[in-house]
């Protein structure tokens, strides 16, 4: 991801919760160049201006909410090609999320919880972590 000091790799975080941001922000730091926003329009802005390699949103925000943004970004030609990671408390995986894995456009359903414990190739457990 880095070459001799120099990060190769540009995301942009999106998480309107400043401890959220700070403990991912410190943990990605030495992987690859992180350039925060603290909403959804913020967000928007800057992928416009100047896109990144890929984004890591929360689902959930006041005004403009991860899902809102992924879907303007895709709807536009230049950024629909940029990899979008959603982020989300418990609840809002699976409620949420079932929209998104409704259309075979917007998410593949094969990245669900329920479809990896389904097809045998893994075993999500939020109490003890992955399991194989």
Same mark, same amino acid.
């Given at each position: 991801?880095?070459?001799?000091?120099?990060?190769?790799? /540009?995301?942009?975080?999106?998480?309107?919760?400043?401890?959220?941001?700070?403990?991912?922000?410190?943990?990605?730091?030495?992987?690859?160049?992180?350039?925060?926003?603290?909403?959804?329009?913020?967000?928007?802005?800057?992928?416009?201006?100047? =896109? =990144?390699?890929?984004?890591?949103?929360?689902?959930?925000?006041?005004?403009?909410?991860?899902?809102?943004?992924?879907?303007?970004?895709?709807?536009?030609?230049?950024?629909?090609?940029?990899?979008?990671?959603?982020?989300?408390?418990?609840?809002?995986?699976?409620?949420?999320?079932?929209?998104?894995?409704?259309?075979? /456009?917007?998410?593949?359903?094969?990245?669900?919880?329920?479809?990896?414990?389904?097809?045998?190739?893994?075993?999500?457990?939020?109490?003890?972590?992955?399991?194989?």
């Amino acid at each position: 991801m880095s070459t001799g000091g120099h990060k190769t790799v /540009k995301l942009l975080l999106a998480d309107d919760n400043p401890l959220v941001r700070e403990l991912i922000v410190k943990g990605l730091e030495p992987f690859c160049a992180v350039e925060t926003s603290t909403d959804g329009a913020d967000a928007l802005l800057k992928v416009v201006d100047a =896109p =990144p390699d890929v984004i890591l949103c929360d689902y959930k925000m006041p005004g403009l909410d991860g899902r809102q943004l992924f879907e303007k970004l895709r709807a536009r030609e230049s950024t629909r090609h940029i990899p979008f990671l959603f982020m989300a408390s418990r609840p809002d995986i699976e409620e949420r999320l079932k929209i998104l894995c409704a259309s075979p /456009k917007k998410l593949s359903t094969a990245c669900t919880w329920k479809n990896c414990r389904r097809k045998g190739r893994a075993r999500a457990s939020f109490k003890d972590g992955w399991k194989r």
